[in-house]
């Protein structure tokens, strides 16, 4: 992430340097106990209680990734477990949703936009305006100018200058109609597909109808066929209002002046007008598949039907925003055309080699804020897969469930039709964004139908991870990062892509021209020393060990996890992430720090590297009825025994051996759920308390999908032994 906005987020997040020292885990925090490994899943464990405390919810990307890893922990200690189920049940229920199904991004306050990442600004800009009369609650430089501006060379028409206060500039409408135009100050409608203003009025009244009007340097003259409407702005605070310029057909070239009508149908309103400024496009494009996966993943882990009657219409709403307005349906994979996001680079040189800045373009759709995804973007078409699997699983829980009588108003796509468009999603995007001569996914296909290739790791492992790349593209992107491969024309090869310990670098190639305008020296930061080049990102090792156990093995996942666990082990004895980066290579970027490694501050996402214990080695996933197990151990793990783990109103242990599965069950409710296995002959035994087998007993199962129903009159601890005697898990370091 760029870090000259790091400070920012250190303000308005409330984010503090995390360190590693030890700390007793709070009453019902999950163990993993692995015979023969206590040392290492003792540090494991560590790990996760380091960055547990801030798992909570942030902004709508990080739904995707933090939902699980604060939800799953049955921690009774100062009631965490239900703090957090209320904080993801608050805060997925006040995503703010546009009319047209848009999500809003949820980051800090900014001059930005206000439903999008909080840069760049308008400042940032060649051929942009903006005028500021207050800076109350609004960022500080040098994010924004560090001068008032005054309305002294505004034109006014049946409107009285009531002065300037600390909120902004005050205007009396002393007649029908009344309007404000600003300075001659011409500006390039490209780099202004959005006009904010900030703004209150004081009896101006539900029936105003205001707009903007502009004129031209060849045509100056406000006319009826250059205006946008917008809605009028409350009495109280200060509201926030963009104006979507881009959409009127005649918003282009280059803008003159701008005339604000308040179109107050009486005189005698007051105004009070804080700021108007020309407003860059920072929507992200995976904001609206962030939300669906979050709101799926709360819904699975709590069995919350009253959320899901709230949300389910606002989930089928962002998922058809990106079937329409992202073209989902139409293309089978996302295509963006908001104004700077066409994939194209900021940066471009000339035939001697001049660099050449493009203002306004590559700005940025996704975490990785400063690489120009769009157009047609891999990134975020892979969300959109998982998106629609996601959808498919709540549809098919409530086309089961008649019983949770979800309302039918907003009534989505069936399960069988996304499942079906998932499957064509997937097809075309291996078709379509796969590099044959690099053997890996591009990060996009820009509008000049220019695919972008610098070896995202992080793009290809997330492709395996949620099952988009096919089998053979997943055995190519796995022989290139663990080096079998090398891409000649790659900056890192082989066993220097695990440079970093923890994990593969974000890039293997280096990049010095694919950027947004606004970071326009890339060359000035050396290989390795910012997190998109070269650099690497702790949280997202774990997408790395759980496409290594799918591909590789659990043995290979194991071995890689051995690796990280030692250098945590270090980091801890150095006193801390921090500390230990002060004598070693590297250098960490968080909380105004400028650097290429990302682990503690608004790296947020480092919680999820021990979730590959319970999710991969484990393999529980939970389900609309209840949840599956499908363990793969190592061959040096005797067995894997998980505890504390809330699902819905229970709390269960997980014991995994060579041949059995013994779950321990304790608070769950009254109502039957479904434990699935997979294929094979079972057979279902009772245990005492301490784990004996008491009798052999008959569930019933669910032959389709190999599910065991779990009746109210259950016993308390079960064991499903497997009789074919091929045991749980592949044993063998190879699929």
Known sequence: MKRLFLPALALFIGICVISAEDKDAPAGFPEFVVPGHDRQMETLQRLYLLHYPGAGPKSTLWDQWLTSPSLWPAVTEDERSDSFRAAWRRALSQRIIDPNGYVATHQHPSIAHQHGWPFPFWNQGKDTAGWHF??????????????????????????VDKGIDEFGWNIRLTETNASITTPSRTFNAFESPFLQLRWKSDKLGPDADPYVSWTT??????????????TPASAGAIDYTMIPMYEHPLWKGRIARVRINFGNKSPGAEVCVQAFFTQYDTRHNINNQCFINGCADYFNWTHDVDFLKDNIGRMRRALKYLMTQHHGLEKKVIRTDWVGHDGRSGLTYDSSGNKIIKHGRGIGNNYW??????????????????????MSEIELGIEAHPEWRIPEESKGYDSSTLLEHAADVKATGNNLFWNDRTGRFVACIDKD???????????????????????????????????????????????????????????????????????????????????????????FSYHDLMARLHTLGPDNAWER??????????VANAGGYREYYKNHEGSLQGGGTPGGLGMDNEFFESVLVPQVMLDGFLGFKPTFDGFKLNPVLPRSWPS???????????????????????????????????????????????????????????????????AFKIGPSRPRALRFKRMNGEGLQAISSSP
């Open 134 to 159: 207050s800076f109350k609650n609004t960022i500080g430089p040098p994010w924004r100018k560090t001068g008032l501006d005054t309305p002294d060379d505004w034109t006014m028409h049946g409107a």
């Open 217 to 230: 340097p060849d045509n100056d003259v406000f006319t009826p066929r250059r205006r946008v409407h917008f």
């Open 369 to 390: 804020d400063l690489l120009p995804f769009g157009f047609l973007d891999t990134y975020a078409t892979i969300l959109y897969y998982d998106a629609l699997m996601s």
């Open 449 to 539: 139908g220019q695919p972008h290739d610098y070896g995202l790791t992080f793009l290809n492992l997330e492709a395996v991870y949620y099952g988009f790349a096919t089998a053979k593209h997943e055995q190519s992107i796995m022989s290139w990062i663990n080096g079998e491969r090398v891409v000649e024309s790659d900056t890192s090869q082989a066993s220097d892509i695990y440079h970093w310990r923890f994990g593969p670098r974000s890039t293997t190639k280096r990049n010095t021209n694919w950027y947004s305008w606004a970071w326009s020296s890339p060359e000035s930061i050396p290989w390795g020393g910012q997190v998109q080049d070269g650099g690497a990102v702790l949280g």
């Open 561 to 570: 996890l051995e690796s990280v666990i030692a250098w945590f082990d270090d």
């Open 640 to 706: 894997l025994r998980i505890n504390n783990i809330r699902w819905s109103n229970g709390v269960f242990t997980v014991h995994a051996a060579r041949d059995y599965i013994d779950v321990f069950i304790t608070g769950a409710s009254d109502r039957a759920f479904y434990i699935y296995l997979p294929d094979g002959d079972w057979k279902t035994i009772e245990l005492d308390t301490n784990g004996k087998p008491v009798k052999t007993i008959r569930l019933d199962i669910r032959e389709n999908d190999h």
